[in-house]
């Protein structure tokens, strides 16, 4: 069996990105080039590879299969390209970090200022919501993921680098707001509206809500961190969220955040790769990186 690796490259693009047209715009060809080099690739591992339904290609299963040795094979020899770097004295090269969308309030500045001690890096960021981040680490697809709950059925290695507390915010001017010491009772009358099931936050608000025996009224679930302030701010009932989501003083978002016993609760951003996976000389200079700008808490 002979593929180049040309073609490999191209088979990632179409699965990646769903189409010929949308890979070859990915890989800077034209769409008959692609075409025909998918066509020899096919040819040569002597099954087809995908089936076009509607206006959307889909792997076959020889496909997907293809694509997870294709995809450590491209690894691989990028991360042999940066070990040859590093002999030489350099640090360049490409990293990929899939983050969970809580994430977005502080991981841009994490990486702008790894940016700035490394020129000769690109990234590639992928923000999506924890279903998005956990379907991307057990393809294996990026160098490293950050989220605050881990996926428990599968073996990684993880490293603790900063608190996430969550809070319960109301909006400004709430009758609660500035009271010590507010019971959860207090709260029983309150309508909540909360984020998605599955998400990270999620799974920590009912985690802590089943331990100490609270059951919220939810009135709305929401994908959004900033549709659930406004949907806060406009009245529409408290929510529990990540810190980070939040501004430095919440009263500009006019928000309020509440002095509830029990909150908040502590929980730990985590920077996740699977167990096994050897990482590439340019995730381990970020990893270092980003200890050095959160003062990592050890994992």
Known sequence: MDATFRQLRLFL???????ITAAARACHVTQPAVSIQLKELSETVGLPLYEQIGKRLYLTDA???LA?????????????????????????????VAV???AKYFVPRILGSFCSAHPDIDI???ILNRDGVVQRLRENRDDLYIMSMPPADLELEQHAFLANPL????PKGHPLAGQPGIKLAQLAGERFILRERGSGTRLGCDAHFAR????????????????IKQAVAGGMGL??????????????????ILDVESFPVISNWWTLYPKGKRLSPVARVFLEHLERATGGLGG
Do not use: C, Y
């Not at 693009?13 to 189409?19: F, M, N, P, R, V």
């Not at 809070?167 to 109301?170: Q, R």
């Not at 003083?249 to 006019?254: G, I, V």
């Open 100 to 102: 969970v969308s809580t």
């Open 63 to 65: 496909g997907e299969r």
């Open 13 to 19: 693009a179409l699965a990646d990105q769903g189409s």
């Open 68 to 96: 997870e040795t294709a995809r450590a094979m491209v690894q691989e020899w990028e991360a042999f390209q940066q070990q040859m770097d590093a002999l030489k004295g350099l640090t360049r090269g490409r990293l990929r």
């Open 167 to 170: 809070v319960v915010i109301a």
């Open 239 to 256: 929510s529990i969220m990540s810190r980070h989501a939040m501004a430095a003083h919440p009263a500009d978002e006019s928000l309020e």
């Open 212 to 227: 100490v025996g609270f059951k919220p009224q939810v009135r709305l679930e929401l994908g959004s961190n900033e549709a």
């Open 124 to 126: 590639a960021l992928e």
